[in-house]
C-alpha cells in the first residue's frame, strides 16, 4: 500500500520569501506524484504532477518540486512567495489498484503574511 | 463547457429532506469519485466508479446513494441527513492510466458546499 505524510501541517512566510512545503511519501512501486492547491471553498487544483520523467517537475504560477528516490521525498518550492499563494496544499501519491486511486496527504495550509 | 462540473454549488437541507448532488464531466476519463471533505479532517474518499461500475465504497452511510448511469455522469442522492454530514462534497474525474502506479492524476469540480440543519 501506499502513503504520504506532509510534515507540517501550517507554515507562515512572508511575501517575497521562498517557500518550502514537505512530503514524505512510501510505496512499493514506482508511483506518480502530485502537488494540489485549494483555496477556500474551492474545489482542488493540480500544480504539478511527477509521472517518472524528469525529477524536477515544474508547474503552474512558479512552484516546482524535485522527486528524491532515495529520500523518499517530494517537496513543493516557490522562490517568492505572493499573497495569492495563500491556500492549502495536498500531496498526493498514486496507487497501483484498477482504479490508480490516490492517496492525500492531510494538507498543509501556507500563509503568506504582507 | 469543459472540465468537471457540479450542481448545485451550495445546498440547504432539512434532516428529513431528499436531494440530490449532480456531476458531470466533459473530458472523457472513464473513472469519477465522491469525496467529502469536512472541516479540519483529511480528505475522505466515499465512492469510485470505473467504467460505471462501483469498484469501492468506503463503508459510506446508506443514507449516501450514489448512480453512475454513465461515464460522463455521477449522481449522489442523499436522504435523511445528519448534521455532522454537512461538508464541502467534491467529485472527481481521471483516466486509468494502462501501468500500474502510473497516475495522471484527478480533475475537480468546484464542489457542493452541504450544510444539513
Same mark, same amino acid.
Given at each position: 500500500?501506499?502513503? &504520504?505524510?506532509?510534515?507540517?501541517?501550517?507554515? #507562515?512566510?512572508? /511575501?517575497?520569501?521562498?517557500? %518550502? %512545503?514537505?512530503?514524505?511519501?512510501?510505496?512499493?512501486?514506482?508511483? !506518480?506524484? *502530485?502537488?494540489? &492547491?485549494?483555496?477556500?471553498?474551492?474545489?482542488?487544483? $493540480?500544480?504539478?504532477?511527477?509521472?517518472?520523467?524528469? +525529477?524536477?517537475?515544474?508547474?503552474?504560477?512558479?512552484?516546482?518540486?524535485?522527486?528524491?528516490? =532515495? /529520500? +523518499? =521525498?517530494?517537496? $513543493?518550492?516557490?522562490?517568492?512567495?505572493?499573497?495569492?499563494?495563500?491556500?492549502?496544499?495536498?500531496?498526493?501519491?498514486?496507487? !497501483?489498484?484498477?482504479?490508480?486511486? %490516490?492517496?492525500?496527504?492531510?494538507?498543509?495550509?501556507?500563509?503568506? $503574511?504582507? | 463547457?469543459?472540465? &468537471? @462540473?457540479?450542481?448545485?454549488?451550495?445546498?440547504?437541507?432539512?434532516?428529513?429532506?431528499?436531494?440530490?448532488?449532480?456531476? /458531470?464531466?466533459?473530458?472523457?476519463?472513464?473513472?469519477?469519485?465522491?469525496?467529502?471533505?469536512?472541516?479540519?479532517?483529511?480528505?475522505?474518499?466515499?465512492?469510485?466508479?470505473? *467504467?460505471?461500475?462501483?469498484?469501492?465504497?468506503? #463503508? &459510506?452511510? !446508506?443514507? *449516501? !446513494?450514489?448512480?453512475?448511469?454513465? #461515464?460522463?455522469?455521477?449522481?449522489?442522492?442523499?436522504?435523511?441527513?445528519?448534521?455532522?454530514? =454537512?461538508?464541502?462534497? $467534491?467529485?472527481?474525474?481521471?483516466?486509468?492510466?494502462?501501468?500500474?502506479?502510473? #497516475?495522471?492524476?484527478?480533475?475537480?469540480?468546484?464542489?457542493?458546499?452541504? @450544510?444539513?440543519?
Amino acid at each position: 500500500a501506499q502513503s &504520504v505524510t506532509q510534515l507540517d501541517s501550517h507554515v #507562515s512566510v512572508s /511575501e517575497g520569501t521562498p517557500v %518550502l %512545503l514537505r512530503c514524505n511519501y512510501s510505496s512499493s512501486y514506482s508511483p !506518480s506524484l *502530485f502537488w494540489y &492547491v485549494q483555496h477556500p471553498n474551492k474545489g482542488l487544483q $493540480l500544480l504539478l504532477k511527477y509521472t517518472s520523467a524528469a +525529477t524536477l517537475v515544474k508547474g503552474i504560477n512558479g512552484f516546482e518540486a524535485e522527486f528524491k528516490k =532515495s /529520500e +523518499t =521525498s517530494f517537496h $513543493l518550492t516557490k522562490p517568492s512567495a505572493h499573497m495569492s499563494d495563500a491556500a492549502e496544499y495536498f500531496c498526493v501519491v498514486s496507487g !497501483s489498484g484498477s482504479a490508480r486511486q %490516490l492517496t492525500f496527504g492531510s494538507g498543509t495550509q501556507l500563509t503568506v $503574511l504582507p | 463547457e469543459t472540465g &468537471v @462540473t457540479q450542481t448545485p454549488r451550495h445546498l440547504v437541507m432539512g434532516m428529513t429532506n431528499k436531494k440530490s448532488l449532480k456531476c /458531470e464531466q466533459h473530458l472523457g476519463h472513464n473513472a469519477m469519485y465522491w469525496y467529502k471533505q469536512s472541516a479540519k479532517k483529511p480528505l475522505e474518499l466515499m465512492f469510485v466508479y470505473n *467504467f460505471k461500475e462501483q469498484t469501492e465504497n468506503n #463503508s &459510506v452511510p !446508506s443514507r *449516501f !446513494s450514489p448512480e453512475c448511469p454513465n #461515464s460522463s455522469h455521477l449522481f449522489l442522492h442523499l436522504h435523511t441527513l445528519q448534521p455532522e454530514d =454537512s461538508a464541502l462534497y $467534491l467529485c472527481a474525474s481521471s483516466q486509468t492510466a494502462p501501468i500500474p502506479g502510473l #497516475s495522471y492524476g484527478y480533475t475537480f469540480g468546484s464542489g457542493t458546499r452541504l @450544510t444539513v440543519v
